[in-house]
C-alpha cells in the first residue's frame, strides 16, 4: 500500500484532532471533531465560535491526529485552506454525516451551524514506533 492510502486508511468518518487556526496574532489550538468520509474532510461549529471567525479571516488550518500501536505513538498531520460551506445541499450532507448533530443544532439550515470544507493540500505522517515523518502529496 502506498503511503497516502497507508495514512488515509487510520482515518474513520469521524475522529478527534486537535485543529490549529490562525487569529492574526497567534495560533490557536483545540480539540475538534474531524469528519472524513474518504474523500473530503470538514469540521463543524457554531457561527458565533471564535474559530469560525479566525476560518472566515484566516482560512488556513493544520490538524494533528495521535496515533498509537502497540505502546507507540506516532502522527498524522493534515493542513490547507479552510472554506465555509454556504450551499444547501452540502450542508445536509455534512450535516448527515455527523452523529452528534441534533445534539447542537436544529437542522442543516440552522444559522448557528457552520460547516467548513478542510481542503487539504498536505499531509505529514509519522508511522507509531518511527523517529522520522513523511510528507505526503495529496
Same mark, same amino acid.
Given at each position: 500500500m502506498d503511503r497516502k492510502k497507508e495514512a488515509l486508511a487510520l482515518l474513520n468518518l469521524l475522529q478527534i484532532v486537535h485543529l490549529a487556526t490562525w487569529d492574526g496574532k497567534r495560533p490557536r489550538v483545540r480539540p475538534m471533531s474531524l469528519v472524513y468520509d474518504g474523500k473530503k474532510f470538514w469540521m463543524c461549529t457554531g457561527s458565533k465560535d471564535a474559530k469560525a471567525r479566525q476560518l472566515a479571516r484566516y482560512p488556513v488550518f493544520e490538524f494533528s491526529l495521535m496515533l498509537e500501536k502497540k505502546g507507540s505513538r506516532g502522527t498524522l498531520r493534515g493542513s490547507g485552506? @479552510? #472554506?465555509?460551506?454556504? %450551499?444547501?445541499?452540502?450542508? #445536509? !450532507?455534512? @450535516?448527515?454525516? !455527523? $452523529? /452528534? /448533530? @441534533?445534539?447542537?443544532?436544529?437542522? $442543516? %439550515? %440552522? $444559522?448557528? /451551524?457552520c460547516p467548513f470544507e478542510l481542503l487539504v493540500d498536505s499531509l505529514e505522517h509519522t508511522r507509531p514506533g518511527e523517529i522520522d515523518s513523511r510528507s505526503i502529496a495529496v
Open positions: 485552506r @479552510a #472554506r465555509m460551506v454556504t %450551499d444547501t445541499e452540502e450542508r #445536509r !450532507i455534512v @450535516a448527515g454525516k !455527523i $452523529p /452528534f /448533530f @441534533a445534539d447542537y443544532w436544529l437542522s $442543516p %439550515d %440552522d $444559522p448557528s /451551524f
